[in-house]
């Protein structure tokens, strides 16, 4: 399981990168998350709506209420220029990180 | 029956209860929740897709969810960007900032309604005024003889005796019983008798009547724990020639003298040295000044072997101390047939009554003082609940007022919990005022309210039980008040106090209707039960004693003064203020004693009577001013007269003669004819029926204990300084303590008096503070209905008009607390009566007196709000509509 703190730390990338690839819901979103992570992040609607709301507030996704195939309504979000750009930023310091691991991680491999 | 989810699961309502749930959280929008509600379907058709039941798949989903509060605090944090440390009205715990405000604010209203905290606090504080002296002195009552290292060890012995009449239970018991019950049971440790005593006490030129004398066996300050001053409880009555005295008679006889070795002279018979003082506390029943030891009688020149071979003389009380660990019950068993042997004839079994329970049951176990417990404790409670009623409608009469208050607290972020805590601390600020108020009355009303008791009670703060007790009626009050604001208060939705302006609560007008009735009727019955006890006490005052009990006097007669009886009957008649003497062995309205079974001339098989008797001097039916109905009263001039017998009217009934004058009478075989038959008077208290009586004329020993003087109507100086010359000629040494008979007759119905007053005082009380809710709730009215009377009166309706509709709301409101409170009033009251051979007959005029004092009270109190309020000009009422 990934700890508490890396998933409110990697929440708004993560979410960022889903609505890159295209329109979605909450509900798929969530779904989309267990299927990548095979089943190990496994995020609670009461966490996730919270944050979409907050983005959208933020001004990184914007959202619209969009009738389902069953004639029900959704709230679909979408990321926005903004939100691209706030990606490419987070996604900068998300590699450095993983760099700065990936170092480390081959070189103490190499010496034991 | 199985279970058939599928059926019995609709989705579509269990999504919008869910929804619902979530719209109770002011941090969720309707969007939000619109969102997650779609979330859910999609969830749950997903679920049911891999083959759930909607049921199940709707469970599954909302149980993987946190509670509303939790989403919306979720909402918050992201919304806030975590500037706030909790979302408004998400406090929890105790915040001292907002407990502060709670007292500020009640503070606050307090000062602006100065009129309704004067009612509240006020009512509050009689209310627990009268529940704090009722605790005193219940706590009290229940503390009688507890004090002793081994109370629970220690009980009386008393005896069922199974007489043809029933069964009489008492704790009177022959002499030689104690040793033998010791000898034969080894898990009695100890056994003390127990006989009360009357004496002169002599010390140097002090001489008094002392009737508090105890004759005890020396293992008695063993088993009880009196403590002593000086000397020691284990020692002090080893030595026969030695007395006890209590601490508060030291004085009286020694004064600043150390009483320890003087000698006292008893009745001229015994000397005996003081061996020990000892204290005897208030709520002890062993209310007694002198204790010495059975041993000692030889030196009254009484044989004690007469005495332990007694079987048949049932004057001695005997109390037990049981081994540690050893079973009373066990005991008991053993000994219920001890008599049985020693006493042939009808059965008499032994019991054992625990110390503890002496105070406040009979002997055969029924309640005696802990009725008294009950009803009082009860009243204490109506009185106090009476008072919380009146908090509860004034605030609740208010809440109009303090509707927008709610409002705006719960849309500023106010949660109902912290409403329900600020109502609570106001009602708890004003319980706590009235507390501090009803302990200055209550210092106040101690002293009086001890002597109407007859109990020493204090304030003792320092008594963990006191303190304890008065903090709890402080917070039981405060909260009882309390609870119904609390309750509805902060459950007004602020959206609808902000739409609708007003607020008015039908079910809270409907409440208070309800509580003013429960007043009313708890004051309605408590003036009901004054009226009843203060017309059984008149009844029992005015009742035909068939005695002329004024103008009667009589002495306590002492062993060595009544050999002078003859002597100063001679003397005495001598003065035109005294017309008769005579003597007799008990007072005549407190005879004690029963002679038992007696055969009579022309007795059938049938009739059994069991005989109270009394033995009398000559004259005595004249001088205590009985009526005979045939025959006459004993005379010392004729001599047959010495074996002869008076009977009552009663005895005479149950004999079934119809002219028993001259039949012959067996009186434990002294045959004697009957000389006379008197009309039945008040031998006994009147709770007990008048029993069959027999005098016999006696003029030996015990039978003169009483002098007895029929004073002639007027001023009775004259007479009585005569007596005492006479006495102090003749029975030089003895002080001479006369004592009005009508005095000491009124002092056996002490307890009804005394109940009387305590019921007058509590539903006076409970009036008053009934009232007092009326005099606010009217004066609420009456401002609220201002505009309703300008309107009627524009339309021409009458002052008198509106002032009646207005009244007969509340008339119509204690009617109907009349209603409940008379039959509860009458039954409750008619068990009361039932405890009386003799009672007052409950007539309808009490109900009527109750219910018309009730509601003149009523009247009175909304009466003049009502008329000021009709009598204003419709002008002003309706001037800015």
Redesign the interface.
């Known amino acids: 399981m990934i700890s508490k703190a890396l998933i409110a730390a990697s929440t708004k990338p993560l979410l960022l990168s889903v609505l890159k690839d295209g329109e979605s819901y909450g509900y798929q979103i969530i779904k989309r998350m267990k299927v990548l992570s095979g089943g190990q992040l496994e995020w609670s609607f009461g966490m996730l709506y919270p944050v979409l709301h907050r983005l959208e507030k933020d001004g990184f996704i914007d959202s619209r209420w969009k009738p389902s195939g069953q004639g029900r309504l959704r709230k679909y979000y979408r990321i926005t220029a903004a939100g691209l750009r706030e990606l490419e930023a987070e996604k900068a310091q998300w590699l450095t990180v993983q760099g700065v691991f990936a170092g480390l991680w081959a070189s103490s491999e190499a010496r034991s | 029956m199985k279970k058939r989810p599928t059926q019995a699961f609709d989705l579509e309502s269990a999504v919008a209860e869910w929804s619902r749930k979530l719209r109770r959280s002011e941090a969720l929008e309707d969007?939000?929740i619109?969102?997650?509600e779609?979330?859910v379907?999609?969830?749950v058709e997903?679920l049911i897709g891999q083959g759930k039941s909607p049921g199940e798949a709707f469970r599954e989903v909302t149980a993987?969810?946190?509670t509303p509060d939790?989403?919306g605090a979720?909402?918050f944090?992201?919304?806030s960007?975590g500037l706030l440390p909790t979302m408004p009205g998400r406090t929890t715990g105790f915040t001292p900032a907002l407990f502060l405000n709670s007292i500020k604010v009640s503070l606050r209203k307090m000062h602006r309604q100065k009129w309704y905290s004067l009612i509240n606090v006020s009512g509050l504080a009689v209310g627990m005024a009268c529940s704090i002296l009722i605790l005193l002195w219940v706590r009290n009552e229940v503390s009688y003889d507890r004090f002793h290292a081994h109370t629970k060890d220690i009980y009386r012995l008393v005896m069922d005796d199974h007489r043809a009449d029933g069964v009489s239970t008492r704790p009177w018991l022959p002499f030689p019983l104690g040793p033998a019950l010791k000898n034969e049971f080894p898990e009695i440790a100890a056994v003390s008798r127990w006989a009360p005593e009357d004496m002169v006490v002599r010390f140097k030129d002090k001489a008094h009547t002392e009737t508090e004398f105890l004759t005890v066996d020396p293992a008695f300050f063993e088993m009880f724990s009196f403590p002593f001053v000086e000397g020691s409880p284990a020692r002090a009555l080893a030595d026969p020639a030695s007395i006890v005295i209590r601490d508060t008679v030291a004085r009286k006889y020694f004064g600043d003298e150390d009483p320890m070795g003087k000698v006292l002279n008893l009745s001229d018979r015994a000397d005996l040295t003081v061996s020990g003082i000892v204290h005897i506390p208030d709520n002890s029943d062993f209310q007694f000044d002198f204790f010495f030891s059975f041993q000692a009688y030889p030196l009254f020149s009484v044989n004690l072997a007469d005495y332990e071979a007694d079987w048949k003389a049932f004057n001695f009380q005997f109390y037990i101390l049981l081994k540690d660990g050893s079973s009373a019950e066990l005991l008991e068993r053993k000994i219920s047939g001890f008599l049985k042997p020693r006493l042939p004839g009808r059965e008499r079994v032994l019991r054992l009554q625990p110390l503890r329970r002496i105070h406040l049951y009979n002997p055969d176990g029924t309640d005696g003082a802990m009725r008294y417990v009950r009803v009082f404790s009860l009243i204490a409670g109506f009185v106090l609940l009476i008072a919380c009623v009146n908090f509860m409608n004034l605030a609740t009469a208010r809440s109009e007022g303090r509707a927008r208050e709610v409002g705006l607290r719960k849309t500023l972020g106010g949660t109902r919990g912290q409403l329900i805590r600020q109502f609570f601390s106001e009602s708890l600020l004003h319980s706590a005022l009235a507390l501090g108020a009803a302990l200055f009355l209550v210092g106040l009303a101690l002293p009086l309210f001890s002597r109407i008791t007859g109990r020493p009670l204090g304030l003792d703060f320092a008594h963990a039980g006191i303190a304890g007790g008065i903090i709890a009626v402080a917070l039981l009050a405060g909260l009882v008040s309390g609870l119904y604001p609390a309750l509805f208060l902060s459950s007004f939705s602020p959206v609808r106090i902000i739409k609708t302006a007003t607020h008015r609560g039908g079910r809270a007008a409907l409440l208070r209707k309800g509580l003013v009735i429960l007043q009313f009727t708890l004051s309605t019955m408590l003036i009901i039960g004054t009226l009843i006890v203060n017309s059984q006490v008149a009844f029992i005052s005015s009742r035909d004693l068939g005695m002329a009990k004024d103008n009667l006097v009589y002495v306590r007669m002492q062993k060595k003064s009544r050999d002078s009886v003859d002597t100063l009957r001679q003397e005495l008649l001598k003065h035109p203020g005294i017309a008769a003497v005579s003597s007799s062995s008990q007072l005549p309205f407190d005879i004690v004693s029963w002679i038992g079974y007696l055969d009579w001339e022309g007795r059938t098989a049938d009739r059994q009577v069991y005989f109270a008797f009394l033995s009398v001097d000559s004259d005595f039916v004249r001088t205590c001013g009985l009526r005979i109905l045939s025959g006459r009263d004993f005379s010392k001039d004729i001599p047959a007269d010495m074996g002869g017998f008076i009977i009552n009217d009663t005895a005479r009934k149950q004999m079934g003669l119809e002219d028993p004058v001259g039949k012959q009478l067996d009186f434990l075989g002294r045959k004697g004819q009957i000389v006379g038959v008197v009309k039945d008077f008040s031998d006994r208290h009147m709770a007990d029926a008048v029993a069959p009586l027999v005098m016999t004329m006696d003029t030996r020993g015990a039978a003169r204990s009483y002098l007895l003087l029929r004073l002639q109507p007027g001023d009775p100086s004259g007479a009585l300084g005569y007596l005492r010359e006479v006495w102090g000629k003749i029975n030089p040494g003895f002080p001479c303590e006369y004592q009005f008979l009508d005095e000491s007759f009124n002092r056996m119905y002490a307890n009804e008096q005394r109940l009387f007053r305590i019921f007058l005082c509590f539903a006076a009380l409970a009036v008053f503070i009934s009232c007092l809710g009326l005099v606010g709730l009217s004066s609420y009215m009456a401002e609220e209905k201002t505009k309703e009377i300008g309107i009627r009166k524009a339309l021409g309706a009458s002052s008198g008009g509106i002032v009646s509709l207005f009244l007969m709301n509340f008339v119509k409101l204690v009617l109907t607390a009349n209603a409940i409170a008379w039959p509860v009033g009458y039954f409750t009251m008619h068990r009361w009566l039932q405890d009386y051979a003799y009672r007052t007959s409950v007539g309808f005029w009490v109900f009527a007196l109750a219910g018309a004092l009730s509601l003149l009270m009523a009247l009175l109190s909304v009466g003049w709000q009502t008329l000021r309020a009709a009598a204003a000009n419709p002008v002003e009422s309706l001037r800015y509509e």
Do not use: F, N, Q
């Open positions: 969007g939000t619109a969102e997650l779609a979330h379907r999609d969830e997903d993987s969810v946190e939790a989403i979720e909402y944090k992201s919304d960007r």
